[in-house]
């Protein structure tokens, strides 16, 4: 089970300012959605440069010309490049080739896809890498949370690797243990922390028994 | 109805030499999602800048945090920012309300939704400025288009505006304008061509008449 910290609203200087201090507890740093839009693919490429050991995720969050999208973010040094369940399954399957010729890794993000079960199985065909069931922030705001839907794609996916992101804190860090992702994202639950370091020690250490 | 140039597969000093070229016969510059991925929110900021007396659509496709992503937006001087059709309603309310505030509007691009005309009447109730029909990139490859949703849209839209976009050439907009949408969005269409500003002016005049 990994660990990925997730950056969204923060500025690059920022984000370094938080990886630095938790880097030796986390697998994967994700630059979020909001930070790649305002300050553009070079806030990937400024992350990788600074902290070559870790993995770090482009969350693109693609919707179309995915193979471009895709290589452009290879070319800013990501490892991983997220694109949305709710693309046509022929963006899926752009991202996915592209992804291959240039050896990196594609995260289907399942945020506000209605059915869940069905739309994992597709994707889990598609050859995607990652599976990741997602609470996004406008629903965190009226109080949902990712853990059922969890459940569900572990049931069903048999070759991807599944991920669990929205709202995850240290109280509820357990129960999304429990069911055995392959990568927790955490965002807040981390950055907007008092003492960020030793919540992702002691985050990283439940990972490492659960 | 208006003529809304969509520059996608450019850099900034790019964009500016194509908008030069044709600006006057067109009313609405967009940022495509793929430039603000790559360069971030100063391309629109840019363009605004080098362009006061155009429109300028930053094409964000907001999926989450989208009251967030509007403030960045339009903080960054755009007119009319993009979200996403298969976003939550959460999420395209908070992106209206956030608008209303700034004194910008909201376009929704239908890319990907599957039941057009429920999902259109909804977000016409939810107080959208454009709700717009859109064959991507990835599905152009394979022959659709977005024509027959635009039929759908107008026959069930009451209050917003609607838009069209996807693969609009000078040879198929006669078509599009026959069912009277309030905004045609062309990329390649004019960016594409050898004379980008006869063809514009040619597509203004067919507007014009249409």
Redesign the interface.
């Known amino acids: 089970m990994k660990l990925q910290l997730a950056l ?2 923060v500025n690059i200087p920022e984000a370094k300012e938080v990886v630095k201090e938790v880097e030796e507890y986390i697998d994967i740093v994700e630059i979020g ?2 930070i ?7 806030a990937v490429k400024e992350i990788k440069e600074a902290f070559p050991g870790l993995e770090v995720l482009a969350d ?2 693609t ?4 193979a ?2 895709v290589q ?1 973010a290879s070319e800013a040094n990501a490892d991983i490049v997220t694109i ?1 369940g ?3 399954d ?2 899926i399957k ?1 991202a996915v080739e592209e992804a291959k010729k240039q050896g990196k890794e594609i995260l289907v993000d399942l ?2 896809v209605k059915d869940i079960e069905t739309r994992a199985k597709e994707l889990d065909a598609l050859g995607v890498d990652y599976i990741c069931v997602h609470t ?4 965190q ?2 109080g949902k949370n990712s853990f059922e839907d969890l459940q569900t794609i572990k049931r069903v996916v048999k070759n991807a690797k599944t991920a669990v992101a929205g709202g995850i804190k240290l109280d509820t860090l357990q129960e999304v243990v429990k069911a055995q992702p392959d990568l927790v994202i955490v965002g807040g639950g981390i950055a907007n922390q008092e003492d960020k370091k030793g919540t992702a020690a002691k985050m990283q250490e439940m990972i490492q028994q659960g």
Do not use: H
């Open positions: 969204d609203l959605t909001p790649i839009k305002i300050e553009g693919l070079r693109l969050k919707m179309d010309a995915a471009y999208e452009k949305l709710v693309a046509e022929e963006s752009g945020i506000a996004g922030y406008d629903l705001a009226v």
